[in-house]
Structure formats: structure tokens, C-alpha cells
């Protein structure tokens, strides 16, 4: 057994801590990967408030994952030591069903094993990125390109696969016209991508306070929600709208902006459930689509097109005490555009 050291959380309203965790023997496919930054996700907010259910507290959050191999299992092919990698929402699936098949680990239909709040295949919870080390199986581990930081990928593991698939799932491009809603994590993440696949992209923002950031992201335009005007001026615009609010929103507003056979993807994931008037979709033949993280293979493939686009998150880099703090600034919307623990401060 290895001890890592960790930063924990023992209930919807406590703050975290200090704490020591254990991680497992190497398996023959097992890597131990020294952890030197973890993203905050907003997905560890919603977890670690048990907004998504019954949560199995002590909780360790933390799915974005980024290190360097320090010992690899006596089978394991794809890695050795020294090597700089990541990892994401997930750290195995049942690899043998339709979707794991595919590619698609995230959506195993056995359930993937999630990077915390899961349960692994020995039985034991799963315990995340807040730490020093973890050990995954190799095929659950990402190669971080050398031209990105280990402090700027850890972002890319959730917040950049998350907008990335959806994206090239519904064929953003030259030619087509995408809106991202809400600039935080996974909204600044989109933009940056989205422009890079050559599509028009245009910010929904609750205000204009981010609009020269979402510009220099590579939006070409930006408007407020809060303006009642915008929703007259866009309507019937978009192709392709990425939804990444955390909160509810009207969503039936939104549909308004779609074009005939647009889609509204949402990514955003609130705890409480969404409603909608199918109205607003009928007219239009318009859709409405869920989209989860990515599998395995497009997770490293969008590492490798952000590394030749040149494209990072903006990152605000933490110690571990400054957690709490951190949480409080996402739910303000206050952040600029993730926060990064920094794990040799643990
Ligand atoms: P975040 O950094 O907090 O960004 C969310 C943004 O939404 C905020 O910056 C804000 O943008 C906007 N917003 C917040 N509250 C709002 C409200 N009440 N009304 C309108 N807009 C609001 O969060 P994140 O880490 O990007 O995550 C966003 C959501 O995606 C979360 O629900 C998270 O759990 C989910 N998620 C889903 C997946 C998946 O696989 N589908 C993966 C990761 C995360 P503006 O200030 O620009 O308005
Ligand atoms: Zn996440």
C-alpha cells in the first residue's frame, strides 16, 4: 500500500482537510503516478454538496488529473517512469460491452468506475485528484504532450474532453455557427476549441463583464442574457449552442436560438432537473442533447489538438488550503477560468 497525502471533505457543508489515503499495490497493469496538479471541477462542488445524491464522505475529489510516472506494474506497456500524464473523470470500465468496444468508456454500459465517489473493482472507494498519487490502470491514463504545462493540462482532462466531444460530435466547423452559454470552466475551454475547429463562435454570458477574455479566446461575438435584447437579436442563429451553465436555466429561451435542425447540447449538469416546452423544439425540428466527458482515446486525441492549436486553459494556481476559498469563487462565478491545486503544497 501506498500513502498518498490528500485534501478531504467529511459532509455537504464541511470544509476540507488534511487527510492520508491509502492507494493500492501496483497491479501487473497499474501505474503509480506522482500527482503535481489537480483542477477543480465544478462536478467536485456538486459531489462534494451532495447535490447529486448520497455521497460516501470522507470524500477526496478531483478528476483532472496531472502528474509524471514514478513506478509502472510488471506488465504495463504503454508508460514508464518519467513520463508526463493525465487523468480524467473515469479509472476503468468493464472494456468488454458494446461502448467500451466503441471507444466510448464513459458511457460502459456496466457504468465506468469514476475517478472518486466510485467504487473500484477490488471493492474499495475510489478516491481522486485532491492528493500526491493514485494509482490507475494504464489504459485509463492520458499522455500529456510536452509543449503543455502540467499545471495548464490537468484543466484539459474534464473541462477540455467535456467541450471537445460534443463539439466534434456535432460537427463544429468552418461554416458553422456555435454559442457557448456561461464562460467559466468548461465555457472558456469551449470557446478556445470551438474557434479552433474553424467554427463562429459567440459567448452567452450573464453579463459583460468577461467579454474582452472571451474575445482574446476567440470568440468573435459576446452578449449578455441578462440583456432582454439579445434573445430577439439571435433568434433562429445558431447551429450548435454548448450549454455548460451549473444551474438551471430556460432552456425553452434557448431553443429560440437554434436554426432549423439546430442543437442544444448541455453539459452542464444542476442538480435539480431542467423543464422544457417541446413546442420550442418542434417548430424547428430543433434537438436537445446530453453529452458526457469523452472516451479514452478522444480524450488523448484532444490533448494532442490543443498542444498543436496552442491551446491552454487559463489557470489560477492554488495551495491546498485555498480549497474552500476557491469553491465559494466558482459558485460566485468568480473564477478566471479554473483553479489548479498545486499538490506539493498537501
Ligand atoms: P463553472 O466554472 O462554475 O462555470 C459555469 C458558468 O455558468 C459560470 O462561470 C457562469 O458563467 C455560468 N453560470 C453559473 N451560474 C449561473 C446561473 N445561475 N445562471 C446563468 N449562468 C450561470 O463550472 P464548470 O466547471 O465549467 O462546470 C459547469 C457545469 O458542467 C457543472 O454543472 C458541472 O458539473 C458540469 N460538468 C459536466 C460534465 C459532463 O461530462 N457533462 C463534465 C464536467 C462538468 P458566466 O459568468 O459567463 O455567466
Ligand atoms: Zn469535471
Redesign the pocket.
Known amino acids: 500500500m501506498i500513502t498518498a497525502k490528500a485534501r478531504a471533505v467529511d459532509g455537504p457543508d464541511q470544509p476540507f482537510r488534511a487527510a492520508e489515503i491509502k492507494r493500492r499495490d501496483l497491479d501487473t497493469h497499474d501505474v503509480l503516478i506522482e500527482i503535481k496538479y489537480a483542477g477543480i ?3 467536485d462542488i ?1 459531489t462534494a454538496h451532495g447535490e447529486w445524491g448520497a455521497v460516501n464522505y470522507p470524500l477526496v475529489p478531483g478528476h483532472e488529473i496531472a502528474g509524471i510516472v514514478t513506478e509502472v506494474g510488471s506488465e504495463v506497456t504503454k508508460y514508464k517512469v518519467g513520463d508526463r500524464v493525465g487523468v480524467g473523470c473515469m479509472v476503468d470500465s468493464c472494456g468488454e460491452c458494446e461502448n467500451c468496444r466503441k471507444g466510448e468508456e464513459q458511457y460502459c454500459l456496466k457504468g465506468n468506475i469514476p475517478t472518486y465517489a466510485g467504487v473500484d473493482k477490488y471493492g474499495e472507494p475510489t478516491q481522486g485528484g485532491y492528493s500526491t498519487h493514485i494509482v490507475v490502470t494504464e489504459g485509463f491514463v492520458v499522455r500529456i504532450p510536452d509543449n503543455i504545462g502540467l499545471d495548464a493540462a490537468a484543466p484539459l482532462l ?2 477540455g474532453i ?1 467541450t471537445y466531444s460534443p463539439l466534434r460530435h456535432w460537427g463544429a466547423g468552418p461554416g458553422k455557427k456555435v454559442a457557448v452559454v ?6 472558456h475551454m469551449a470557446v478556445k476549441i470551438a474557434h479552433a475547429m474553424g467554427a463562429e463562435v459567440t459567448v452567452l ?2 453579463s459583460l463583464s ?1 467579454k474582452e477574455d472571451g474575445l482574446q479566446f476567440g470568440a468573435t461575438h459576446y452578449y449578455a442574457t441578462s440583456d432582454p435584447d439579445t434573445f430577439g437579436k439571435l433568434a433562429g442563429h445558431f447551429d450548435l449552442i454548448i450549454n ?4 438551471s ?1 430556460n432552456l425553452d429561451a434557448y431553443f429560440s436560438l437554434l436554426t432549423l435542425d439546430g442543437t442544444l447540447v448541455n ?4 442538480g435539480e432537473p431542467l423543464s422544457l416546452n417541446v413546442m420550442s423544439l418542434i417548430g424547428h425540428r430543433r434537438s436537445f442533447a446530453g ?3 469523452g472516451g479514452i482515446r478522444e480524450t488523448q486525441e484532444m490533448l494532442d489538438f490543443c498542444a498543436e492549436h496552442g491551446i491552454a486553459p487559463q489557470i489560477e494556481v492554488i495551495s491546498a488550503d485555498e480549497i474552500d476559498e476557491a469553491y465559494k469563487r ?1 459558485l460566485a ?1 468568480d ?1 478566471k477560468y479554473r483553479f489548479v491545486i498545486d499538490t506539493s503544497t498537501m
Open positions: 471541477c465544478h462536478s456538486h474534464c473541462a467535456t456561461g464562460m467559466g470552466g468548461l465555457g454570458s450573464q468577461k455548460t451553465v451549473s444551474a436555466i453539459v452542464g449538469a444542476p453529452s458526457m466527458i466558482v462565478s473564477v
